[in-house]
């Protein structure tokens, strides 16, 4: 079922979604945003990106900046640089530009996959690959699009959907993830249900206070 | 949540403020003062006659930096924030909440009783620094921290809002009672005699001093629950009325004593501020001069930096993080986290 404009969700929400579905709440639906080192660096990494005019290489014409939608995913954004590949009849192949190193999981592909099933239907044409930029350690990584990572990257959106539809922010599962997450500070995810109860810790913490002398350091 | 809480004020009059690359550009006179990262500012306060390109503030709402505009004397005229704060769905929560008159009474007596027995420990705090022999001063002190206690089961026992507006008016007669005796007798102290609470205009030295350090305060907490997404106009204790930010002031209570109250003492006995720091105006109206204003907003500023464990979260924390852990707190209670939403309580 294709969904309205009105309904179009980020891009840039699929890697939030992937990387931990409470931080994706926090960012989309509570909007809190922590710029830290890391976001402000991605930032002027992508100012650059989206910066300039289209080029012309050997390796055929790039655009920069290139807003794209889907209404079967429900997703927009803004594609970095857009390649027309002429070895491969022009073919569109989107590149994506990442501060850091290739990582573990999916994340990555899917925003980039999601990028390139927005061109898609925009285009009407297929797409067979992008690429992605990493910038710590300067190097392209290409990226088939897979019936797998098409699948996933399906998923993934109408997960997205589900999770912001809800309204709801799902309560924190604290891991490894927690310590490279930009909004641990906002999140607290010790402060879960299992941290117990708010008010007989407030309760006590008073009456231990009143009944001693002040503070003493 | 930033960590390094840098707050950018300009007092200078005719100073404007623009953007270079991703930094804040100060410039007087045609010369480029300073030039401060974006991604390193919380907050740009201005007081008086201070411009701002709009490629500034554009950049500052995008990034979450809030830009307030403050009379010369520290009035609150305005604010610019991005659309990124402000979450409709917590919003709503609050609204509800603040409309069940058993929540916002359950949530007010507790913040009243944080209120107080912040100000009780700042009194002992000061009863423990006295110098021997000093017994009138000690007996003060001591005598009206013990009837802040004592002002403790009324409140949880109040079952009405205006009963616990009423209990908190009386402890505060008490902790005023107090305020000279939190002078250091070496002060100059007859020059900051306290003699009663007044704002509008503040009619001695000390309540000049209080009513600054208040605004500041209140402008950290009104950018604090802006930046959880809460409205800051919408309180639980302090009944709404348009353009009061009744929210902030409800956190503010709980760091009046605590940072504002405490501060301004030590800035007097420790002379950073000095009695002809201030303008005694024709009709007994007392204002600051510029360079008290400077310099108290220096203070605050280092007060900031200092650090703490937090009572609740029992982590490390610095002084001017606490309002916004507060206010996260608070916001995490609205949104059904926690079972209560727990006031700073200061231990020492
Ligand atoms: S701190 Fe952990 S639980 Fe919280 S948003 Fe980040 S990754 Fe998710």
Not at chain 1, 120 to 139: D, N
Not at chain 1, 198 to 214: C, I, K, T
Not at chain 2, 62 to 81: I, K, M, P
Request: hydrophobic residues 40%; charged residues 25%; glycine residues 8%.
């Amino acid at each position: 079922m294709p969904y309205a404009e009105s309904d179009l969700l980020p891009i840039s929400a699929l890697q939030h979604l992937l990387y931990c579905d409470r931080q994706c709440a926090l960012i989309h639906l509570e909007r809190l945003w922590a710029e830290n080192r890391f976001t402000a660096e991605g930032a002027i990494l992508h100012r650059k990106a989206h910066g300039g005019r289209p080029e012309s290489r050997p390796s055929g014409r790039t655009t920069r900046a290139l807003p794209v939608r889907s209404f079967a995913l429900g997703l927009f954004g803004v594609t970095d640089v857009v390649r027309w590949d002429p070895a491969a009849g022009g073919e569109a192949v989107p590149v994506e530009y990442k501060r850091g190193r290739p990582k573990k999981g999916d994340c990555d592909r899917v925003q980039l996959c999601a990028q390139a099933l927005c061109l898609e239907e925009m285009l009407g044409r297929p797409l067979g690959r992008g690429e992605i930029f990493y910038g710590r350690v300067r190097r392209r990584v290409a990226v088939g699009f897979t019936p797998e990572l098409r699948r996933a990257t399906v998923e993934a959106a109408a997960r997205l959907h589900d999770l912001i539809g809800s309204g709801r922010t799902p309560q924190a599962v604290p891991g490894r993830k927690c310590d490279r997450c930009s909004l641990r500070d906002l999140c607290l995810p010790r402060l879960g249900p299992a941290a117990g109860s708010a008010r007989r810790h407030f309760d006590r913490s008073l009456d231990a206070l009143l009944a001693g002398e002040g503070p003493t350091d | 949540m930033k960590t390094h809480l840098n707050t950018l004020y300009i007092t200078t009059q005719g100073t404007y403020l623009g953007k270079s690359g991703e930094s804040v550009q100060v410039r007087a006179e045609g010369k480029v003062l300073a030039q401060l990262p974006l991604h390193n500012l919380e907050g740009v306060v201005c007081f008086g006659r201070v411009g701002c390109s709009p490629s500034l503030l554009g950049a500052c709402a995008e990034r979450g930096v809030s830009v307030s505009l403050l009379t010369q004397h520290g009035r609150f005229l305005a604010a610019v924030r991005g659309n990124t704060s402000g979450n409709v769905l917590l919003r709503r929560q609050q609204y509800r909440l603040a409309d069940r008159p058993e929540v916002a009474l359950d949530v007010a007596r507790r913040i009243v009783l944080a209120k107080v027995a912040n100000s009780r420990s700042v009194l002992l705090r000061a009863a423990r620094d006295c110098v021997a022999g000093d017994a009138a001063r000690l007996d003060t002190l001591r005598r009206e921290g013990g009837r802040l206690a004592a002002s403790a089961p009324g409140l949880r026992e109040a079952t009405t809002i205006d009963q616990v507006r009423g209990l908190e008016g009386e402890a505060a007669t008490h902790y005023f009672g107090a305020f000279d005796a939190l002078l250091s007798p070496s002060a100059s102290a007859e020059a900051f005699r306290f003699t009663g609470r007044s704002r509008r205009p503040p009619l001695d030295r000390i309540n000049a001093l209080l009513s600054f350090l208040y605004t500041l305060v209140l402008h950290d907490a009104r950018s604090a629950c802006e930046s959880v997404g809460l409205d800051p106009c919408v309180g639980f204790l302090h009944a709404d009325r348009p353009g009061k930010p009744a929210l902030a002031l409800d956190l503010m209570e709980e760091f009046r004593a605590f940072v504002a109250d405490r501060l301004a003492f030590s800035l007097i006995n420790r002379r950073q501020v000095s009695a002809d720091g201030f303008e005694v105006r024709e009709n007994g109206a007392v204002l600051m001069n510029d360079a008290t204003r400077k310099a108290v907003l220096a203070a605050y500023q280092q007060r900031k930096r200092e650090t703490l464990a937090h009572p609740f979260l029992e982590e490390q924390t610095t002084v001017g993080m606490l309002v916004h852990l507060q206010a996260l707190l608070l916001a995490r209670w609205i949104r059904g986290d926690l079972d209560a939403y727990p006031p700073f309580l200061w231990k020492g």
